[in-house]
């Protein structure tokens, strides 16, 4: 089970408590958009093996959505930040680094 805190109202909880929202960290396109560029949005999402970027929502605590780092075999939580952030933190990504070497999050960006 992932245990996950909230960076908005800083409550720690079991991922019951809390609502999976998908890949962080995507380009949204919508109307104007061209068919591929909506396809792409809508369908394409990455599946890796290893360190994953989510978004997830406090359901039953403040409501605010927010981002987490885990790793998709361990389910190790390396972090979680406020969903408005365009990247991971600098902290987070040297933490992530420190624990996966060869790791880089310029593979994500």
């Not at 068919?35 to 978004?55: A, L, S």
Request: proline content about 6%; aromatic content about 14%; hydrophobic content about 30%.
């Amino acid at each position: 089970m992932l245990i996950l805190t909230c960076p908005c109202c800083g409550q720690t909880g079991e991922e019951t408590e809390f609502h999976a929202g998908g890949e962080a960290h995507l380009k949204r396109y919508g109307p104007g958009s061209s068919d591929i560029e909506f396809e792409g949005y809508m369908f394409m999402r990455e599946n890796p093996k290893g360190v994953h970027f989510e978004r997830w929502r406090h359901v039953y605590g403040c409501g605010k959505w927010f981002h987490a780092a885990r790793c998709t075999m361990t389910l190790e939580v390396f972090g979680t930040y406020p969903a408005q952030t365009l990247s991971p933190p600098q902290e987070l990504r040297d933490k992530i680094s420190e624990k996966r070497p060869g790791w880089s999050w310029r593979d994500f960006a």
